[in-house]
T-cell receptor
Framework: GAVVSQHPSWVICKSGTSVKIECRSL??????MFWYRQFPKQSLMLMAT?????????EQGVEKDKFLINHASLTLSTLTVTSAHPEDSSFYIC??????????????FGPGTRLTVL | AQSVTQPDIHITVSEGASLELRCNYS??????LFWYVQSPGQGLQLLLK??????LVQGIKGFEAEFKRSQSSFNLRKPSVHWSDAAEYFC????????????FGTGTRLKVLA
């Protein structure tokens, strides 16, 4: 199956700093990637849809200036948490879509990034 | 609005026993349905998916799920659970609005007793 990686797998930062998380599709090209946030023992909440070469589409209630998304190539999307605060601590998961043109769309998920803001 | 409900937050079964995890969805059109498993510290792994055709879908690791349109359900089953099946299970519906967004259920945590 298709492989999606995330880097870093975990990060600890100080309040007020910015953190960048990378999501890469390793063996396929993805025009669409997604960013999710998962709180402890809860479900995945879609934050935004990242489209290669265009602006991301954010879900209602997600601050676009807080969570900057860049999808500069067909294999890389980045999420930057700007001016991070403790309430931004969470597990961030990305996914990359494949197979839509073939009529069999599926998202492949990265292993996630644990962000802790002190 | 589209939604997915997993009524059981926790389920405990003995190893070797059968398993059924419930999933109900709300979606206006024919849904794309998925079951994922998440082990601690790992990403989501697709168990199986339903787009169309045979309503009984076979997946990996011995799992199967049955789509029942009349009940808006897509329950996951396994005839004999192994200790390694202990994990969090998520049901999701693919909602198309230009692209296929996934709406996830709240998950069911499975505990397996030896």
């Amino acid at each position: 199956g298709a492989v999606v990686s995330q880097h870093p797998s975990w990060v600890i930062c100080k309040s007020g700093t910015s953190v960048k998380i990378e999501c890469r599709s390793l063996d396929f090209q993805a025009t669409t990637m997604f960013w999710y946030r998962q709180f402890p023992k809860q479900s995945l909440m879609l934050m935004a849809t990242s489209n290669e070469g265009s602006k991301a589409t954010y879900e209602q209630g997600v601050e676009k200036d807080k969570f900057l998304i860049n999808h500069a190539s067909l294999t890389l999307s980045t999420l930057t948490v700007t001016s991070a605060h403790p309430e931004d601590s969470s597990f961030y998961i990305c996914s990359a879509e494949s197979g839509r043109l073939a009529g069999d769309p599926e998202q492949f998920f990265g292993p996630g990034t644990r962000l802790t803001v002190l | 609005a589209q939604s997915v409900t997993q009524p059981d937050i926790h389920i405990t079964v003995s190893e070797g026993a059968s398993l059924e995890l419930r999933c109900n969805y709300s979606y206006g059109a024919t849904p794309y349905l998925f079951w994922y498993v998440q082990s601690p510290g790992q990403g989501l792994q697709l168990l199986l998916k339903y787009f169309s055709g045979d309503t009984l879908v076979q997946g990996i690791k011995g799992f199967e799920a049955e789509f029942k349109r009349s009940q808006s359900s897509f329950n996951l089953r396994k005839p004999s659970v192994h200790w390694s099946d202990a994990a969090e299970y998520f049901c999701a519906v693919g909602s198309y609005s230009g692209t296929y967004k996934y709406i996830f259920g709240t998950g069911t945590r499975l505990k397996v007793l030896a």
